[in-house]
């Protein structure tokens, strides 16, 4: 069952549905590592960060240079843009959704004519989110070839099991002649399971044995 938290998640995406863009990229001097422990000032300053990214999207154009640089710094394994079936994954921490709340605020902002701006409250609920929402995105040679798919979080010795994971869409076809299908799935890894620093690997596991690794270095991902 998916917790109060998440549930909020779901229902302000809708809300906003409308205003789907993304983030228009990160600033290179700025930190990164994912962070559990974010303070209001650090998590209203993500949000400001947000909106001003959302601020300067004036064309289509620019939607499509901000959804690119927003996936690129979460995301882990092969680069899409040169291996289109490259398995990777992207990563949603607590400072991903407050900078995505915080374009969110921008865009909604845009359409209202006037300032919108998350409840304190909403906030605090952000904060305390005690997972890590991963995404996983693989091909494959036929329609189905995700069902069943299972993943795991492997630090050193240590294997850290998702407290839920979401069943893979079916395959969509990929242009070209060569049959290959793309999929993906969405997990949840609770934070006190793992270091969220560290370098890992995500092991995504296929019910007939098959076995892929994607090298996940959490270090670089805020």
Same mark, same amino acid.
């Given at each position: 069952m998916r917790t109060q938290h998440f549930h909020f998640i779901q229902l302000f995406l809708l809300t906003l549905l409308a205003c789907g863009f993304l983030n228009w990229g990160i600033n290179p001097n700025q930190a990164l590592a994912i962070d559990i422990q974010l303070s209001m000032e650090q998590a209203n300053q993500a949000l400001a960060d947000g909106r001003g990214s959302m601020e300067k999207a004036v064309k289509v154009e620019d939607v499509a240079v901000i959804m690119k640089a +927003? @996936?690129?710094a979460i995301r882990v394994g092969a680069n899409p843009e040169k291996e289109p079936c490259g398995a990777h994954a992207i990563l949603r921490t607590? #400072? #991903?959704w407050l900078e995505y709340f915080g374009r969110r605020e921008a865009a909604e902002?845009?359409?209202q004519k006037k300032p919108v701006r998350m409840p304190e409250s909403k906030i605090q609920e952000i904060l305390q989110m &005690? #997972?890590?929402e991963v995404e996983i995105r693989m091909c494959g040679e036929e329609e189905f070839f995700a069902e069943g798919v299972d993943v795991a979080l492997q630090q050193g010795s240590l294997m850290a099991r998702p407290v839920d994971?979401? +069943?893979a869409e079916r395959g969509k076809k990929n242009p070209g002649?060569? &049959?290959?299908y793309r999929s993906r799935f969405t997990a949840r890894f609770a934070y006190a399971d793992f270091d969220p620093?560290? @370098?890992s690997t995500l092991a995504v596991f296929f019910p007939d044995g098959k076995l892929f690794n994607i090298e996940t270095d959490l270090s670089k991902i805020r």
């Open positions: +927003a @996936e690129h607590r #400072y #991903y902002s845009k359409r &005690p #997972y890590l994971v979401g +069943a002649d060569i &049959p290959s620093q560290a @370098e």
